[in-house]
């Protein structure tokens, strides 16, 4: 039951991200591209993703618990720090080249195009680069504060 | 070019946040990809059973999409070297950074968490100068 549910969850998002075009990467770089010809889709996107959230999970949070969970696991960290600027701008390079961030990435996997395979095996390998160089010993010591139920989870 | 599609793009953003909200009600965890994703590929502690078969799902969302005569666009913007660089660079800034479009981008604003705003203003800004830098200077 839970599977199916988070099974149901993933298939909206990538049925969302193809809806909206955001799988093709012209669209997502028209957006990107203010002094081209610019093209708004992407705000639309982002625009009603985040007002469905935004109260969305204002409901949801007045729960005691996930359906199927012990706890909300949301993200704890409060600090604007060199990692989080650093890597949103790494991230902002990569995604001004390429036209994909990683969830129209994978969902764009469908559609056959090899350059996708090779962006999407790319990315694999610059997550698993992170985590061999900043994960390894964090990880034992999230655990204490997981059976709490608080993990600092990275979104 | 991709052409504006305002109204697709709104029903595709509802239900990009519609997903984001089952998650949130179901397994209580924000809908980030690049953390999904990557939690897939923890050299120690692989607790991934929920991001593989949220993964599962994006791919099966894609492949409905397909099914009904959706006809999915893809038209790439780099060649296959530079999606390779950009691919290393989207997946390791994410890590480092803590998120993507979906998880700082939708979940983490509509949070209005003041981590999730600043790396979304850092990544579309820097994202807008690449595209101005490798269309219009380069």
Not at chain 1, 102 to 110: D, N, S
Not at chain 2, 50 to 62: C, E, S, T
Not at chain 2, 78 to 97: D, K, Y
Request: hydrophobic fraction near 55%.
């Amino acid at each position: 039951m839970k599977n199916l549910a988070v099974f149901f969850s993933g298939l909206l998002f990538g049925l969302g991200l193809a809806v909206s075009g955001m799988t093709d990467p012209a669209k997502v770089i028209g957006f990107l591209d203010v002094a081209g010809r610019w093209n708004p889709t992407l705000a639309f996107v982002m625009g009603g993703a985040v007002i469905v959230t935004f109260f969305a999970f204002r409901r949801i949070m007045r729960r005691e618990r996930p359906v199927f969970a012990q706890s909300f696991e949301l993200p704890e960290k409060k600090t604007i720090d060199g990692k989080l600027v650093g890597g949103a701008a790494v991230f902002g390079i990569g995604w001004g080249i390429g036209g994909f961030c990683p969830g129209p990435a994978v969902v764009a996997l469908v559609s056959g195009v090899w350059p996708v395979f090779a962006f999407v095996a790319a990315m694999l390998a610059g997550m698993a680069l992170h985590a061999i160089l900043f994960e390894g010993e964090s990880v034992s010591r999230r655990e204490p504060l997981r059976m709490r139920g608080r993990v600092r989870e990275r979104s | 070019m991709g052409g504006f599609t305002p109204v697709s793009g709104l029903l595709g953003g509802i239900l990009i946040g519609i997903s984001a909200a089952l998650l949130m009600l179901f397994e209580g965890r924000v809908a980030g990809i690049s953390g999904i994703v990557g939690g897939l590929l923890r050299p120690l502690g692989w607790r991934g059973g929920w991001r593989a078969v949220f993964v599962a799902g994006l791919l099966a969302g894609g492949v409905i999409y397909e099914v009904f005569g959706g006809g999915m666009r893809v038209q790439l913007e780099a060649s296959w070297p530079a999606m390779i660089l950009a691919g290393l660079l989207v997946g390791f800034g994410t890590r480092l950074g803590s998120g993507c479009t979906s998880g700082h981008g939708v979940c983490g604003m509509a949070r209005l968490s003041r981590r999730s705003i600043s790396a979304t203003l850092v990544f579309m800004v820097v994202a807008v100068i690449t595209v101005f830098v490798t269309r219009h200077v380069l």
